[in-house]
């Protein structure tokens, strides 16, 4: 064991949105983009993303959870969530992929059902985040202005951020805001029933991060 | 007393199976009788007593919490679990040398085991003289000899070769001991059957730790490395990738469950078993017959219905030059070795070793995707989600309702939120999936 060495909390992201808005990418783009070690499964193929990250004082290590976002796996969700520290709510801001959900596009309903999925059915203390996904995009693809998302996360009290997973833009902000959120959230209350704390210590290399 | 259509009776016995006396009598159906019983329940019973009609909320409280049991009695006047056996427990730590909660010490431990092993040479040695066949003789010899041997104790760092030490030495112990486990077939048993597991687990793990305490307290998990382990310093990136690679089969994880589930489970597995299939026995039905049906479909037409993306259908381009009533003709030809190691899951007794099989059935998946495909694929459960569901739909795993059931209850914790526990979560999603998705009338 090398490095300085610091507790680890463990969080399960619980990613959602419908099919074929990034959300695998976004996790993809999380974990592959990492200063330092994570521990990325290849067994059964790349679908288990973990990464950890340096707080000030705490590790936080992610194990990001992607789900089946087609209509007919709604019904699925509440089982991912079981014990999720955070659920990240994931939508396309442009028109640009048409193959999905032509008609529901551009439906701020569908976004919602998501969160009030999440609110219904996620254990009590799950931390939501509303992402905006794609603004790689030409400008004249956005479909869903910023102030938009902004405001929907403003009225649900959510965290709100707009991202790139192809080009990673802003990825690591919102882990990284997540992050700092949840160490704080944390030291208040000692025990929180989905954040495990452990004795544990992340193997990682020689490497500064952040 | 509990039958099975969940009546339940509460109140004086004589005997076994003749009610007595007073009692009350609680139906199905929430509605109760109380008043003075006799007669036993394959004769009739003779009533003299109240009936009461339960009101409508108290049943459909009841119907949600179908496994509760109407009684305030029920199951405390059996031992909890944490004190059966106890007398064999504190025998156990005597002759390791542990009086009360005193502190374990482990030398003490050690000749406590040297002085039973070589009374039992003693008495072997009595049993030889009294001419025992000699395979018999041979047998028990070559065991106590094994025994004999005191493996290295107080190494202070747990590695994986000295864990796989242990492991066989334990191996060698559990092959005496026999443990009995509540038999008898009634699902309400189901609760106590587990905690008694999990209570054994616990307490052996305590004593093992005795012998054994480089082994991680409170039953672990705890990441372990083999002996012949390098850290990976190196600043350089493939140098580490390719030592990360070469270390990966090596490293392993201890927990309590991990180290005793392998012994304790197959002893036990087909009672316990029992009682799952038992207590899933409605949902595996509803799911089984969709099974039955879903699997008369051929291949692709099967894929089209679930959802399976038509690149992931994996047939060859013969296959489309042939006739088209030959391509709905194909069946049991996709993901076969995926299907096919789907399909142990039920000769795996520890919840690990189950879900060891459904991550191999994910990586046949993933396997077979790749050579046909010829590229690394990355993937999103929006694809993988239907070809997996896929592969559970053709595996056609009787129980997998107990199956599912009996890992959740029984895998240790720390596996949950990991690369396991979304494999078993999307297992169970299947299930559910399977269960309650309307099938299309053709």
New interface residues.
């Given amino acids: 064991?090398?490095g300085n060495l610091l507790p680890v909390i463990?969080v399960?992201v619980v990613v959602v949105g419908d099919?074929?808005v990034g959300?695998?990418?976004l996790a993809?783009r999380f974990t592959d983009n990492s200063f330092i070690?994570h521990y990325k499964?290849t067994?059964?193929?790349?679908?288990?993303c973990?990464r950890a990250l340096d707080f000030k004082d705490k590790t936080v290590v992610f194990?990001i959870?992607?789900?089946?976002?087609?209509e007919?796996?709604r019904?699925?969700v509440p089982?991912?969530l079981?014990?999720a520290g955070i659920a990240l709510a994931v939508y396309d801001i442009s028109s640009h992929n048409k193959q999905y959900c032509t008609i529901l596009f551009r439906n701020p309903l569908r976004i919602l059902s998501w969160l009030l999925q999440l609110q219904q059915y996620g254990p009590r203390d799950l931390k939501c985040a509303l992402i905006g996904n794609k603004i790689d995009l030409d400008d004249d693809l956005r479909e869903v202005p910023t102030q938009e998302g902004q405001l929907l996360a403003e009225g649900h009290g959510l965290y709100f951020e707009e991202t790139s997973a192809k080009s990673g833009d802003r990825i690591d902000k919102v882990f990284n805001d997540i992050g700092i959120a949840l160490v704080e959230r944390c030291k208040k209350e000692k025990r929180s029933s989905t954040v495990?704390i452990c004795d544990?210590y992340v193997h990682r290399?020689?490497?500064t991060c952040c | 007393m509990l039958t099975y259509d969940n009546s339940c009776y509460e109140g004086e016995f004589y005997g076994i199976t003749q009610l007595q006396g007073k009692g009350k009598l609680i139906m199905p159906t929430g509605d109760s009788i109380e008043g003075i019983f006799s007669g036993s329940w394959n004769e009739g019973l003779k009533i003299n007593g109240m009936f009461k009609k339960s009101d409508g909320q108290q049943e459909t409280k009841k119907a949600k919490l179908k496994v509760q049991i109407p009684s305030s009695h029920y199951g405390k006047m059996s031992v909890p679990a944490d004190k059966k056996w106890e007398g064999m427990f504190v025998q156990c730590r005597t002759v390791l040398g542990v009086k009360g909660q005193a502190k374990a010490n482990t030398n003490k431990a050690w000749e406590g085991v040297a002085v039973m092993v070589s009374k039992g040479r003693q008495v072997l040695h009595e049993m030889k003289t009294r001419n025992l066949s000699s395979k018999w003789k041979k047998f028990q010899g070559s065991f106590v000899e094994e025994i004999e041997k005191i493996p290295p104790h107080d190494k202070g760092m747990l590695t994986t070769e000295y864990y796989n030490d242990i492991k066989r030495y334990l191996d060698r112990w559990m092959s005496l001991g026999q443990l009995m486990l509540v038999s008898g077939a009634h699902p309400r048993l189901l609760n106590h059957a587990v905690a008694e597991v999990n209570s054994y687990v616990k307490r052996i793990y305590l004593t093992v730790r005795i012998l054994f305490p480089d082994l991680p307290q409170n039953g672990g998990p705890l990441q372990i490395r083999s002996e012949k382990y390098v850290d990976i310093d190196s600043d350089d990136e493939t140098d580490g990738v390719i030592a990360l690679q070469s270390t990966k089969s090596e490293k392993q994880v201890v927990s309590a469950g991990g180290l005793l589930h392998p012994f304790l489970l197959p002893k036990i597995y087909p009672p316990l078993f029992d009682l799952y299939a038992l207590h899933n026995d409605k949902m595996d039905e509803k799911y089984w017959e969709r099974v039955q049906k879903l699997n008369k479909q051929g291949d692709v037409a099967l894929m089209a219905y679930l959802g399976v993306d038509q690149k992931f259908w994996l047939l060859d381009e013969s296959f489309f030059s042939k006739r088209s009533s030959s391509l709905s003709n194909i069946r049991d030809h996709c993901y076969v070795v995926a299907i096919e190691r789907l399909q142990q899951i039920s000769t795996a007794f520890s919840p690990k070793e189950k879900l060891q099989v459904i991550r191999d059935s994910f990586t046949e998946i993933t396997e077979t995707v790749q050579t046909t495909l010829g590229e690394e694929h990355i993937w999103c459960m929006d694809e993988l989600f239907p070809i997996f569901q896929y592969v559970v739909v053709r595996s056609k795993i009787r129980h997998l309702g107990a199956e599912v059931h009996f890992i959740d209850d029984l895998m240790e914790r720390y596996l949950e939120n990991g690369e396991l526990g979304i494999m078993f979560t999307t297992l169970y999603a299947c299930y559910y999936q399977i269960q309650n998705e309307k099938i299309p009338t053709h």
């Fill in positions: 064991m090398n463990k399960k099919a074929g959300k695998t990418s993809v070690q499964q067994v059964g193929g790349n679908e288990f973990s194990n959870w992607d789900t089946a976002g087609q007919r796996f019904s699925l089982m991912y079981r014990d495990s544990s290399k020689k490497k």
